[in-house]
């Protein structure tokens, strides 16, 4: 029989005395203990939230990871690369691949009567996921694309719709400075809105036989292949096994072939979702700290009321570690009422916000309409382990203060 536990299971059930002073002191720990979880819940959820909507919504521009040209030009005007490739089915097949498909992109200006708006137009094949932009679209829907038919559909963004007073159905013109310069009309079929400005304000939706006829490609020629994945996690490993495939595959005209993912693609932009993660650091060692030292406060206090406890334990041979243990069980019962509290309290607020979106914010600022929530159980289960873990360690130094107590003293103390 553990004695320790038994006791310290004895005095968390003790009511005591509702004078006492330690009544107080514990309630203030366990609230303080509840909060402090609750808001590094709600922390982990809505950055992670936030990290997560972000990348989803550069992943539906740009893919996790593109099979170029391996070229210097940074420019809108690409060089083609043919589609039938030797290693296209390899990339296909492999574990983790949830699609592979064919792109181009090409920069034009679209006009109306009274104004004109540079864009870039991404031609997309058959075999375009439209996932993504099927969830951001508000007006209109997507178009098909055939290898027979070429459509003349466009899908634009509600900026650049405002931008031009344009509607669902009307008729634009797009402008290729070139030589010739070219035009060509499109139908409006959607309008979609992603919240990242950067993006909205420049990328339309086109078939992709439009960029071919314009570049002079034959209908072989594209500018890349888009591989999506599976599980973002896994960019990194999966950017190494395509690269593995594709190699250093040179084109019949002695050109190599790049792999790069969407964090090589956009290296500010995850370099600024990736200084997120301090604050959430640092908002954890707070909570922790000040969870941890309202612990402390209440052990104290907790010691210097069963002071007679003490000597009586240590009069019959009790060891000094011993009546620390017991201590620290009793804390370890007051901290995980806490944490009770804190996930209820902290998953509540996550599934209200989840389902009701009662948080709104700025979209033109955040990108996004609602403040956002990832609620992982793993991140939970850290947070209790941690948290609980991190606070006993804390009150192992101030329990030897029980060390100091005299058994002689202690007995008579009043």
Known sequence: MNTELFIAKRLFSDKGDKKSISQPITMIAIIGISLGLAVMILSAAIVTGFKSEISDKLIGFGSNIQIVNYDTNISYETEPIDKNQAFFSDVKNLKGIKNVQEFAIKAGILKTKTDIQGIV?????ESFDWTFFEENIIEGKSFEVSDSLKSNDIIISKHVAKLLNLKLGDKIAAYFIQ???????????????TGLAEFDERFAIIDIKHIQKLNNWNENQISGFE????????????????????????????????VLNIKEKYPQMFDWLNLLDMNVYIILALMIAVAGFNMVSELLIIILERTNMIGILKAIGTRNWSIRKIFIYQSGFLISKGLFWGNLIGIAICILQDKFQLLKLDAESYSLSAVPINLKIWHILALNSGTLLIIILMLVIPSYVISRLSPEKTIRFN
Request: without cysteine; aromatic residues 10%; charged residues 35%.
């Open 227 to 258: 591989v999506l994945i599976d599980d973002f996690s896994d960019l990194d490993k999966m950017t190494k096994d395509v690269r593995d495939i594709v190699g250093f595959h040179f084109n019949p005209d002695g050109t190599k072939l790049r």
């Open 179 to 193: 030589d010739p310069p070219r035009m060509r009309p499109f139908k409006i079929t959607g309008i979609y809105e």
């Open 121 to 125: 137009l991404k031609g997309i094949s």
